[in-house]
């Protein structure tokens, strides 16, 4: 399961950074997640629990922002939601120049500090 590197990878750069700013810990991690990117959310949440244990981070919440997944055709400029399992073909002239305009996405968007060591975010509701 990939899911573990990632949360690992994640977590090592959020601690990190935290030890960087003199922080005490990290409260929420927002994480920004591609339709596309082949990563099962469920698992990334769980996978971060355990990746968390002994680093600044344990404790934080991890929110996750789901993108979309967007096509363009080139040659007829339509736009289109890609779907799952990915659809790129163009539905309007079945062109061949279709250009993938985001879906992939996964990527650190933003570090929420704790005021004090093992304090965890609200959840949102």
């Known amino acids: 399961m990939h ?7 994640v977590v ?12 005490p810990g990290v409260a ?9 990117a082949g990563v099962v959310p469920e698992a990334l949440d ?7 244990a002994g680093t600044l981070v344990a404790g934080a919440v991890l929110d996750t922002e789901a993108v979309a997944a ?13 779907g799952m399992p990915p659809d790129l073909g163009c539905p309007s002239c079945s062109g ?24 965890r975010a609200e959840q949102k509701g």
């Open 70 to 82: 967007r096509a363009r055709c080139a040659p007829c400029d339509v736009e289109w939601a890609v």
């Open 96 to 119: 061949g120049g279709v250009e993938l305009l985001c879906g992939r996405e996964l990527q650190i968007l933003g570090v929420e500090w704790a005021e004090r060591p093992g304090v």
């Open 3 to 9: 899911e573990m590197s990632i949360a690992v990878a």
């Open 46 to 52: 769980f996978c971060f629990e355990l990746a968390c």
């Open 12 to 23: 090592e750069q959020v601690d990190a950074a935290a030890r960087e700013h003199g922080a």
């Open 28 to 36: 929420r991690v927002r994480l920004q997640v591609g339709e596309l």
